[in-house]
């Protein structure tokens, strides 16, 4: 079967090898990071798996957010493995094409409803301790799991664009797999993907840092900082928000500095 290719239009080579520089060192730290997040979060996130399918007695709520966080991190480190492969290839696709856009497909749903995930239970953990009489801090588990259902269906919807159009670009005597990087012109569909993409990340790490803020304030107005419950939404909301950040923004980093050197107009 003949792979498909997409029509690119000449790149002007007065920024290539500076776009090629910025792109080696940003797949360079990419690849540093992601086998981190391979060695920590796979073991880290099959035994919290094994921990809520066996041992978990009671489910609310924040359980079920916590489960499908965790859910959406094993998926995601599941596909990382390729990406880390195709970094130490020279950025070398060897996978095919359709393989090309069900993994770039994986790691963005993954991503996303991990940065989701990750804001639910923030938020659950917020109107818990600044709102406790808020309709919201009383959530029930059939509300969550609506609330669940809709959230992956969501960030499902918003990367169906990556299974619509071909992602492997002959470059020499390589095969890129990108989702936006590879063109002289962006398609309108990764534009709308790149958007999304940038927008996910900062509205919910803004909210983060917001709930974080509000949580701390409130709990030295009450003087309750030192009530065990109130201490751990305190502690739980503050981890999210520096794991979310240290997981989540040299991804967008790199993809960032890789787009605007692309397309500079």
Known sequence: ????????????????????????????????????????????????????????????????????LVLADFLLIVSVPFRIDTNLRNEHWVFGWAWCRINLFMLTVNRSASIAFMTAVALNRYFKVVHPHHCVSHMTRTQAAWLTGLIWSIVTA?????????????????????????????????????????AEFFLPWFLLLFCSGRIVCSL??????????????????????????????????????????????
């Open 1 to 68: 079967m003949d792979v498909p290719t997409a029509s690119m239009e000449p790149i002007n080579n007065s920024n290539i090898f500076h776009c090629n520089s910025i792109q080696e060192r940003g797949s360079l730290f990419l690849t540093i990071v992601m086998s981190i997040e391979m060695i920590v979060g796979l073991p880290g996130n099959t035994i919290a798996l094994w921990i809520f399918c066996f041992r978990m007695k009671s489910w609310k709520a924040h359980t079920l957010f916590l489960f499908n």
């Open 158 to 198: 918003f990367s169906i664009p990556l299974l619509t159009i071909n992602l492997v670009h002959p470059h020499g005597n390589v095969s890129l797999c990108r989702s936006f990087s590879s063109y002289e012109k962006v398609p309108l569909t990764l534009l709308i993907h790149y958007v999304a993409f940038t």
């Open 220 to 265: 030295r107005q009450r003087r309750i900082e030192k009530h065990k419950g109130v201490r751990r939404a305190t502690v739980t909301v503050g981890v999210i928000s520096l794991v979310f950040t240290i997981c989540f923004m040299p991804g967008v980093i790199t993809a960032d500095l890789s787009f605007f050197t692309q397309f500079p107009a």
